[in-house]
């Protein structure tokens, strides 16, 4: 496919319809100040909006870099196939209709079809689709209103959702908008593949996505690869709940791992950032802006008020960011600036003793900030413009600015109230290299955002596998199938009866666990026995249970923690690995943590000591703490199975994984998958 980068920054535009929608491309264009060329192309006007037109594409003078086409489903193809023939830089399909109907419409998937062979080699966005904006040249094949403006530089915006996108540039944040693309439904270009084409420009800085789904998941690995070399940021809004995941119901590992766990671990490996809700969004897009990916989570925030001091330490107290106390030189310069009546701290209330004094405010903002902070915010509400007169709040918004200029620190004014903080006065301080933020939780969860470390490059995913519909392994068979991995298993025995069960366990050796086979949630079944001291105890326990066959292993004692490893396959991110909190344990605590498969080091570590259980591996007072070597073994022989076995493979879950001082014994093995 060519490059979509003719597409995006066009010198000539092609609009094909003559609808309301095509007029409004045309008149957006112009109302933009595009400097290239507009060919309105119908087949029997004479103009549409003002603009000569032409009868069909052939007719066009020259290829055009850029198209709108403003045709119904059936007609649309024909178009793309006449100016894929023509050699044009790309097009945007507005018609619906397509594969996105296809529930409704039996012709939707092969009118896609249709569509995709009539491109050719020719990029398009859609169909469904608005189409994109781009505000640094002033082009646009948009067929609604916007409430952008040109910038010189800014971030750049990818959504699914038309809607949202015209949302998104309704925002009165000061935010500088560089492009605005929808991707429709995907039919050739992906999010992925539009975000690395916006990246290439120079003048944009960071990248925001809005994603339902990630499709061709190598594409998001080769756009987290650039981003990288560029040096530029990614975020994520991801939206949506995998269907596959709440379907499965057979283990712990399939509910722990459900819902979007696996879109958070996918982003999580990628360096992308992951926001929930687009007030948040839209404000670490404004931090990343401003100052990039910042170097730590430490932060200070400088108020004039105790209740805003309290409110900014109790909002960041629910995300990862510290507020390191004051150090001495902090506390020096703060006290020859504010006198003996403020009592320092961080959060510091500075009270309003120097309120209007531009230059004492300056020196006094200027000392909270230090190296050892990521970023300083001053938080700052301004009275609503059409009752009020804020003039009195010019001195806060000069020395944010002074402040800035004096130290070259990472300084921010936040509002606490998004509807707070003016446009203008957010423009000003933007060009002055001041973060203005529109919410304190926002601003706070922006930091948050902006301050994950980026990981190193990670291995190519292990990609999902053909669905199939698996089978349940013995758990003796998938034992020694993972045994044979690295995986510490009991000394076992299967038994063909509740009499034969009797003998096996002398062999096995006493105390012993019974269980039977056959049955997924053996617990809840009633199929597990423990700590069996006698043959008698064994063949009582077997006659009570729902098996016909058994499996006799030895009791192992002396675990400190008991903890779950499970893969489950998921068909849109790949195979997630879930670690947490083991045995009886697993429902009450909902400890866990999920990760894709190859997993690195720092990942398996890092989801380790995230588990509140984790307590227990590092010995909890006084007590011995478990092998933490055997655990990872353990978990690296899962691993190691599911990468050379992953045909077929639908789920696997350890539980409990029993953490002795000197071993890590898996005691219960469930396996699906289909050979």
Known sequence: MQSLNRLFRPKTIAVIGGGAWCRLVIEQCQKMGFEGTIWPVHPKAEEVAGLPAFKDV???????????????????????????ARGAGGAVCFASGFLEAAAEDAEGADLQMQLLEAAGEMPFLGPNCYGFINYLDGALLWPDQHG????????????????????????KRGLPVAYVVTAGNQAQSGIAAIGEALL?????????????????????????????????????????KSAEAQAATVSHTASLAGGDAGAGALLSRLGIPRLDDLPSFLET????????????????????????????ADTGHTRKVEFPPLNDRQKTDLRDALG??????????????????????????SAMMDPQLAMTMLIVDFPRDDRCDASDWECTIQAAIGSRERTGANVALVATLPELLPEDV?????????????????????????????????????LPTPAVEPDL??????????????????????????TNARAVAVDVGFPVVLKGEGVAHKTEAGAVALNLNSGQ????????MPAERFLVEEMVTGAVAELLIGVVKDPAHGFVMTLAAGGTLTELMEDSASFLLPASDPEIEEALTSLRVSKLLDGYRGAPAADHEAILRAIRAVEAYVMENALGLEEIEINPLLCTPSDAVAADALMRRKY
């Not at 870099?65 to 006449?82: E, K, L, M, Q, S």
């Not at 957010?426 to 994950?452: H, K, N, T, W």
């Not at 392994?473 to 009866?497: D, F, M, N």
């Open 58 to 84: 052939g007719s066009l003078p020259d290829a055009p870099d850029a198209a709108f086409i403003g045709v119904n489903r059936f007609i649309t193809i024909d178009v793309v196939r006449a100016l894929s």
């Open 148 to 171: 952008g403006q040109r910038v010189e530089k800014g971030v750049a915006l990818i959504t699914q959702s038309s809607n949202i996108a015209i949302n998104l540039t309704m925002q």
């Open 200 to 240: 290439e420009d120079d003048r944009v800085t960071a990248l925001g996505l809005h994603i339902e789904g990630f499709g061709d998941l190598r594409a998001f690995e080769g756009l987290a690869a650039r981003a990288r070399e560029l040096g530029k940021p990614v975020i994520a809004l991801k939206v949506g």
């Open 285 to 312: 897009l404004k931090l990343l802006h401003v100052a990039g990916r910042l170097p730590s989570n430490r932060i200070a925030t400088i108020s004039c008020s105790g209740g805003e001091a309290s409110l900014a």
């Open 340 to 365: 003996p009546m403020v009592a320092l701290a961080n959060p510091l209330d500075y009270h309003t003793y120097i309120w209007r004094d531009t230059e004492a405010m300056t020196k006094a903002f």
């Open 426 to 462: 957010a423009a000003r301080l933007m060009d002055a290299g001041v973060v203005p933020f529109c919410g304190l939780s926002e601003a706070i969860a922006a930091c948050e955002a902006a301050s994950q470390l980026l990981p190193e490059a990670p291995a190519p995913l292990l």
């Open 473 to 498: 392994v013995p758990e003796a068979e998938a034992k020694w199938q993972l045994a044979s991995y690295g995986l510490r298993t009991p000394r076992s025995k299967r038994a063909a009866s509740a």
């Open 537 to 544: 105890e064994v063949s009582d326990a077997a006659f009570n």
